[in-house]
């Protein structure tokens, strides 16, 4: 099993995108498992700028489920930090994390990912990326690390 964040495609779009000759559609993280022969396990999402369904069929990919608007299926934060550690669950809220973190943080904790991580926080700068990550060490043991990801510009 592996977990996978990445983004899908709605038809809504942000309020500053309306009035542009070519329109910028939203796009939102989500997070997917995808089982051992090489396929999402496919869910319904709520769009977090419009609220309509999204069924997830792959990789970048669903299809938007006409007529149905904040479907009560789709997993919510409330219902994930149900399952967490109190400790996780602080961190997760205090970086005020999306769904989809809060998902991917499930996944490491249930399928015992230790050394895996998820990113709490990530700023650009003229340097490159810089932020903190949550590594999940081994059960009940976390760590918060800073990390810094320099662009390298030309070659060698």
């Known amino acids: 099993m592996k977990g996978l964040k990445h983004l899908i495609e709605c038809h809504c779009m942000l309020p500053q995108f309306k009035n542009k000759k070519n329109p910028t559609y939203h796009k ?3 997070f997917s498992i995808i089982d051992d022969s090489d396929t999402i396990e496919p869910k319904v999402v709520n769009c977090n700028n ?6 997830v069929i792959d990789i970048c990919k669903s299809v938007i489920d006409t007529g149905r608007e904040d479907v009560k299926s ?3 934060i409330d219902d994930i930090s149900l399952s ?3 400790d996780v669950s602080k961190v997760l809220t205090s970086y005020n994390c999306d ?3 809060w998902e ?3 996944f490491i904790l249930g399928y015992k990912k230790w050394g895996e991580f998820i990113v709490l926080s990530r700023e650009s700068t003229d ?3 810089e932020g903190k990550i949550l590594r999940f060490e081994s059960q009940d043991r ?3 690390e800073p990390f810094l990801q320099r662009d390298i510009i030309g070659g060698l």
């Open 28 to 30: 939102f993280t989500v």
């Open 50 to 55: 419009c609220g309509v369904a999204h069924k």
């Open 74 to 76: 789709s997993r919510t």
């Open 84 to 86: 967490m550690p109190d």
């Open 99 to 101: 769904v989809a973190t």
């Open 104 to 106: 991917h943080a499930e």
């Open 127 to 129: 340097e490159g990326v």
């Open 142 to 144: 976390y760590k918060i």
